[in-house]
């Protein structure tokens, strides 16, 4: 069936350190990816997002890349700052109505 | 508002009680989401609004939930004789079209059933 997962549960990074958060898709006929911040008790905030017809896309600080060949997805986050201490999904999109498959999540700790 | 609006931010009813918890889009978003966050659990899709017709209700759990979206913008999601399985945070999102758009979410109904 189809599913996002993720390699690692919990991160915990040094402040200025860079971060990399990653993502494991089954579904090859995804065409949209998407990452979400989740801060405590807050919905989830919209990062960045790529569709199938890239490999890499870059953000303020932060850069999506996508591998179609392994189905793999990962976020870096450059010069980590507190602020990014959150949990961080990864999701695809389950058709064209766009209903979204979300991972169980990464937490990022970062380290004054 | 600029964002996406939910109401009741938290929500304690006994079982068997029915709930209705609201959502209220970015204005012009012509799409509508909603997802369920059980505890430490990534989101899990419910049903999809495009305009005010729900061409996607595969994510339902059961009849005893049902959505409806009035006007092409605020949506109600009601579960009836709810059970304690239904402890979660409701999140709504929105976006301009259906399809391939970010969704941008509220801050959730957290529902608890007693």
């Known amino acids: 069936g189809e599913s996002v997962g993720l390699h690692l549960p919990t991160l915990s990074v040094q402040e200025g350190d860079n971060s990399i958060i990653n993502c494991a898709y089954s579904?090859?006929?995804?065409?949209?990816f998407i990452w979400y911040k989740q801060e405590s008790g807050k919905g989830p905030q919209f990062i960045i997002d790529?569709?199938?017809?890239?490999d890499k896309r870059q953000g303020q600080r932060v850069t999506v890349l996508l591998n179609k060949t392994v189905k793999h997805l990962s976020l870096q986050i450059a010069a980590t700052q507190p602020g990014d201490s959150a949990v961080y999904f990864c999701?695809?999109?389950?058709?064209?109505?766009?209903?979204?498959?979300f991972g169980k999540g990464t937490k990022l700790s970062v380290k004054p | 508002g600029a964002g996406v609006s939910q109401s009741p931010s938290n929500k304690v009813t006994e079982k068997g009680k029915d709930v209705e918890l609201r959502c209220d889009p970015i204005s012009g978003h012509t799409a509508l989401y909603w997802y369920r966050q059980s505890l430490g659990q990534g989101l899990e899709f419910l049903i999809y609004f495009q305009g005010n017709s729900a061409p996607d209700k595969s994510g339902l759990p059961s009849d005893r939930f049902s959505a409806e979206r009035t006007g092409g913008s605020v949506s109600t999601l009601t579960i009836q004789r709810t059970q304690q399985e239904d402890s979660a945070v409701y999140l709504c999102?929105?976006?301009?079209?259906?399809?391939?758009?970010?969704?941008?979410f509220g801050d959730g109904t957290r529902l608890s059933i007693l």
């Open positions: 999102a929105s976006s301009q079209v259906g399809g391939i758009q970010p969704q941008h």
């Open positions: 790529i569709r199938s017809n890239m």
């Open positions: 579904n090859s006929a995804s065409d949209y």
């Open positions: 999701a695809e999109n389950a058709g064209s109505q766009g209903n979204l498959i």
